[in-house]
């Protein structure tokens, strides 16, 4: 696998005016990538810049997440768990503001 193939990605806004975006690619396992995935998933408010829910896992920190602004490491297990953990901290931060 030479290319990065993209498994998910979306787009969008909610009813509040909120963009919710998911984006997951297959990467050949490397030591930089060595679960052969690469990932961003963002929740950013209406009018902030900053995202309030953010996971990815760029080089060299690895598995991450960004909640209301700390970052704090992630432990990744698949990509199914990724999304639900994603998408339960977009509701609680979604209920904070």
């Given at each position: 696998?030479a290319?990065a193939?993209?498994?998910?990605?979306e787009?969008?806004?909610?009813?509040?005016?909120?963009?919710?975006?998911?984006?997951?690619w297959?990467?050949?396992?490397?030591?930089?990538?060595?679960?052969?995935l690469?990932?961003r998933?963002?929740?950013v408010?209406?009018?902030?810049?900053?995202?309030a829910?953010?996971?990815?896992?760029?080089?060299?920190?690895?598995?991450?997440?960004?909640l209301?602004?700390?970052?704090?490491?992630?432990?990744?297990t698949?990509?199914?768990q990724l999304?639900?953990?994603?998408?339960?901290?977009?509701?609680?931060?979604?209920?904070?503001k």
């Amino acid at each position: 696998m030479a290319q990065a193939e993209e498994v998910l990605r979306e787009k969008l806004w909610n009813e509040e005016g909120n963009l919710v975006e998911m984006v997951i690619w297959r990467v050949e396992p490397t030591s930089k990538q060595p679960d052969g995935l690469r990932y961003r998933l963002a929740f950013v408010r209406t009018g902030e810049e900053e995202p309030a829910v953010l996971y990815d896992n760029h080089h060299p920190k690895g598995h991450h997440r960004h909640l209301e602004g700390v970052e704090e490491p992630y432990h990744f297990t698949d990509a199914r768990q990724l999304i639900e953990d994603f998408q339960a901290d977009l509701e609680r931060a979604k209920r904070r503001k």
